[in-house]
């Protein structure tokens, strides 16, 4: 597979994930009250960004498409290149619904250190203990501070289990 529909094929996809993430979160999410921020501002922002980010790349694919001449042979075998993307893209979406999963069930703070903790060991390979422990306490922690008590911002307890 070249590069060039590999292009389109993931600005496709990450263009509908954007446009279904921006619809979702207009309507789920409450907007700010008065002049404040409010909580829908941060999720709406990434989405809108992940729709033009796409539809860049969708630009550029088409028109290297364009550019290039239809002479070269396609390859039938997937490369090594493209195993690996495909493993990040699949990790990445592991993440995101265990992510949303364990925060429903465990709240933030214990569902964050979590997917930190197994993200660092299973994806990225760290295996110092050390490590993981700092990056996943801090991580959660610094969010909870920051996002939880000095923004005010609503950060789910858990229905499992509720410590913060």
């Known amino acids: 597979m070249r590069a060039v529909h590999r292009d389109q094929i993931v600005g496709t996809l990450l263009l509908v994930f954007g446009a279904l993430w921006t619809a979702v979160v207009f309507l789920t999410v409450p907007p700010g009250y008065g002049e404040n921020v409010g909580p829908r501002a941060f999720p709406l922002g990434l989405g809108i960004l992940l729709i033009l980010l796409s539809a860049l790349m969708l630009i550029s694919g088409s028109r290297k498409a364009q550019s290039r001449a239809d002479d070269a042979e396609d390859e039938d075998v997937v490369s090594a290149t493209t195993r690996a993307e495909l ?73 499992w289990l509720s410590l913060f």
């Open 87 to 159: 493993r990040v893209v699949a990790s990445v979406f592991v993440i995101i619904v265990g992510f949303g999963f364990l925060m429903e069930k465990l709240g933030f703070v214990i569902a964050t250190v979590t997917i930190v903790s197994m993200s660092m060991w299973l994806v990225l390979g760290i295996r110092k203990p050390t490590v993981i422990a700092g990056m996943a306490i801090g991580l959660a922690g610094g969010c909870w501070l920051v996002f939880g008590k000095i923004l005010g911002a609503y950060l789910p307890p858990g229905t």
